[in-house]
């Protein structure tokens, strides 16, 4: 199959598809011959995602979607389904950020970062495996990791926590559901040219430099390297292929 074929009527669910790698991947997804249902906060900010997928002939629906939410959450699954009828391929890309010193964490950010990234990305997960299991039918969940699932870093500990739970509940699903079908993976992205990341620099310029010079090719990421690499574990190429968290960081890991 070509990129832009129909791919047989499949629909790619995309969490958190403003801007960046997940704006990418429904992009991408698009060019493969998926219709998408792309996701953010706020359907507003979903406008050049849009007009990138229906730029590309696919069908693109915006819904709204607040991980800390179970009911947005069902509700978010619920008007997927009934617009297209069916979800082949779910990639949970939205997640919350925040570097902060360990010691200086509020239970309320704690809850916020582990509701959004972790709570919310394992209940996206369990209404689309009920989908899939309830109509028979194969699919593929993509997550979202990072590079801080691998390794420590300072401030970033309860982001890093909550991501090393996303790679650990890959592994877990991913032999839950292998009976039914379901392959689940997750891309850990190094450092990726992204609004998130722009901000992180914006607060400390030297910690740009700081990063570069720990990765062995000498620059960041693009979302759109992330989302080749997502489109290959939701295409047939990867069909045996499940529970791996691949990473994506420039060697950044192999020190």
């Known amino acids: 199959m070509t990129r832009g074929e129909n791919n047989g009527g499949r629909v790619a669910l995309v969490t958190g598809a403003s801007y960046g ?5 429904a992009r ?15 359907t ?20 709204a979607l607040d ?22 391929v779910l990639v949970n ?45 194969p699919g593929a969940i993509i997550n979202l990791a990072s590079t801080m ?5 300072p401030e970033f500990s309860t982001y890093g926590i909550s991501k090393g739970a996303i790679s650990h509940m890959t592994k ?9 079908r379901i392959r689940v993976n997750a891309i850990a992205p190094g450092s990726t040219e992204t609004k998130l990341r722009a901000a992180a ?28 690499a997502v489109a290959y574990f939701a295409s047939p190429e990867a069909s045996y292929i499940t529970g791996q968290t691949l990473l994506l960081d420039g060697g950044f890991t192999s020190y």
């Open 172 to 180: 877990t699903l991913a032999v839950e559901w292998a009976p039914y």
């Open 28 to 42: 991408r997804l698009a060019g493969d011959g998926f219709d998408v249902a792309v996701t953010d906060l706020k």
């Open 21 to 25: 790698i997940g704006a990418a991947v």
């Open 93 to 137: 890309n939205a997640g919350m950020l925040l570097r902060k010193p360990a010691v200086d964490v509020t239970p309320e950010e704690w809850h916020n970062v582990m509701n959004t990234n972790v709570t919310g990305t394992f209940f996206m997960m369990q209404h689309v495996a009920r989908h899939l299991i309830a109509e028979k039918r």
């Open 149 to 153: 699932s691998f390794v420590g870093t």
């Open 44 to 63: 507003d900010d979903l406008g050049e995602t849009l007009a990138a997928v229906q730029a590309l002939g696919r069908t693109v629906l915006p819904i």
């Open 201 to 228: 620099f914006a607060a400390d310029p030297a910690l740009r430099q700081k990063m570069l010079d720990r990765i062995p090719l000498g620059r960041f990421g693009d979302p759109d390297e992330m989302a080749a």
């Open 67 to 88: 991980l800390r939410s179970l009911d947005s959450i069902e509700k978010a699954v619920t008007t997927a389904l009934a617009r297209f009828g069916r979800i082949d």
